[in-house]
DNA sequence: ACATTTGTTGGTCTACATTTC
DNA sequence: CGAAATGTAGACCAACAAATG
């Protein structure tokens, strides 16, 4: 029995008593669903505490609890102790290219552009690899982690960027994200909690949302993760791995330097996580620095995405990863791809073994050291571990903005940019920034110009 | 207390009372696991009953479920109602290519090759389009859904078997098993049930266990999949979605007829389940054929792999899907792999604009139909609805084997075939069957050599 | 600083479904 | 065929933990 009437008591959300049949904590849950996804119930609206729907409903705490529970995981509401239990916004933070986004009036700086347009050795790799009589060796179904011609110029790579693994232990992906697919489905549960950086790369924030594994995001200062706040963590919370972009953070631009990278694999090793190191800028690095997987050779994997390196839309990365995990990452490449197209991969290896990646990058290097050039022409670095050629950078705001006003006001300027919280695994009111992409602009002048309106906006408001 | 002493009773797993530390079932899962893996508890061994090691560990039954739960889902033990709860057998059923196959002394009837080899068209491909002067155009990171030309390519290709849909309903993507996992990702949830075929493509059987989505199995006769038991399981069950190749199921060869369809569609529409429409083997189905997705247009993905049709190494699938999935799917993509290489769609297009793809898939449906025509010298088709020129077909094994031994005595006898219970979702010991591959042998000559030591060895046992 | 509000977690009980004998 | 064995599912309660004012 109900203890008191809640006729006319304002709670925000009274379903219907007699529409429960058993089981009831799952006729909770679809009363709830429904009337979400039929605008009954707007996004952030706070929902009555469970005790009181529960003794409105009159069934008990936690069956409540449990019917929140599957909205939860289906993402439709979300909910914090001591604050209550509320309507999940319906925004998706992550960062791809639209298809609509050709003829656009404002200036690109909000994705990050690889520079592919200074770059024509990838159609002559084709051109030549076309010519070549072994065309046919490429084309089945042999090879799932690749062939090991393919691997020796990963290896060969990754050796560049001080990576040094036998081949066994290498495999091609279809590219970075693909990656990560993998290795979240193969070497983690759903369930299963990963540290991250306070900012984070917002695709993996979104591919962990759909696997069900959730990211606790750690502090960090100048130099990247503090080494004691993931130690803390790791004491009482039971994580099984991190993830992290050591030679240029993506949004923040911090180069971790070698101290901060061994104290945090000494924390890694300590708690036996699993190192998940995106190394997609390593070729912005300086030259002398060692992933942080090599200093974790029991749990790291490795992955190499040329996308930003070498070519945008072949779609390949290289991945390295420790003995134990050889056989559940090439069980997982069965099972979501089955392969990469050894076609693709041929064409990253002639780059390699030409020489013209190296030429590639060089490139790349000195263009986005002219953008950074331009950049501080407006703006200034913050501190000295910011990455001095990254193709992006990231600028504190001092007023406070919503994400979806900030970006909407800056395209109205003429200019696309990310607001901080598209990076934030928690929306929380910390500090604000915003990521400046430098690479996207067609040349310098339109990246100043772009510069120039960014600067009085933020001068104005 | 415990009511009996069990201090000479045999257990098969005796846990240390001592070692429970709160939470309690956590504490009994992890016990239990590391007894799996460090190899005290072999495979098969059956646990004692849940009600047993309660009372013995002095807890209550129902943390003993939920410790075993635990284990469950982490793959290391199954349990039956009635039976008991057993170690899990650690067998990985899926098919798929090793790295080391290439000088092997047995005749390859396991795993299904396309004749690959009659086809030179696809090398042609990509030397016409590496001297095309649009090149640069196709290694960028835009249109990631594919560039609308190929997926004109693909409408194009999907009406060539009576599958009509907008392009705006068409996405490319990296082959047969990443369409698999980009729609059990974007469409399903950990726990959610699909219905399929009692004996089914391994892959998609992996796949389903790698992401907690459960396969529920469904009777079948002669013209593949029976509406009547769909209907009572998804009276009973709730089911989300359902598997079905019906152009030619793998592993049992069989083309459900038009009338089937029609019956089968009536009842995914009667509980609005999800249909995943595999048509790899469309170019083998009879041409008047309509795929079962246009019966339910509301709730369909369509699976165009052209992985057996036009070129294996490839790996481009071309998807459609329902209006209601295009925000899902849109989104699934960018999370999974953010796009397939626009390279390898242009190779697949220029097939399919140039007339090539028919040419091929004329040729191989020859090819199959004489390596049917040999197999027919040794074995009959058991039922008309069998597709005829199927590449693989599905045999009867009158002796009762073990999977392991029966494969591994026919490879010593210098044949590589794969036995139906690696088709099933449960082992159990149903009719068992053997699934022969005509297509991998080089020649006719090689299967028929297979097929006679094949006879001869089913003879003899 | 501490009591209050609110969500989370672990353990228990009971009814039930499936398989076995 | 029905009783016994065995696993499953739903609901309830109590202790706990985090946020709030």
New interface residues.
Partial sequence: MPVNSFEDYPMSWKPDKKQLVPPLYRSVASLLEYDILNGFLAPNTKLPPQRELADYLDINLSTVTRAFKICE??GLIYAVTGRGTFVTPNI?N?I??A?S??NKNYIEMG?I??L?SIN?F??QA??S???KDY??N????????GMPYHRMAAKKWMQRFNMDVPIENIAIT?????SF?LIL??LF??GDKIAVDMYTYP?FI??AK???IQLIPIEGDELGMKPERLDAVCRTNSLQGIYLSPSCNNPTAVTMNMNRRKEIAEVINKYGLILIEDDVYSFLAPNGYFPISHFVPEKFVYILSI?KSL?????VAFIAYANQFVEKIT??I???????????AEIITELINTGAAEQIIKKKREVSQERNRVYQKYFQFEHPSENPISFFRWLPLHKEWQLNQFEHVALTRGIHVYHSHRFLVKKDETPQFIRISLTSPKDSDELEKGLCILKRFLLES
Same sequence: chains 1, 2.
Avoid: C, W
């Fill in positions: 995981v289906k998706k992550a791809f290219m298809d986004d050709e994705i552009k690889p592919d024509s990838v159609a084709i051109k690899i076309a010519a065309l046919e490429l084309l089945d179904y042999r090879h799932p982690l279809s590219g970075g994200q693909n697919s489905m193969a549960h759903p695709n979104e591919l759909i696997l069900n996308a070519s945008s839309g072949i779609r069980y997982g069965f099972n979501l791809n089955v392969k990469t197209s050894a076609l693709n």
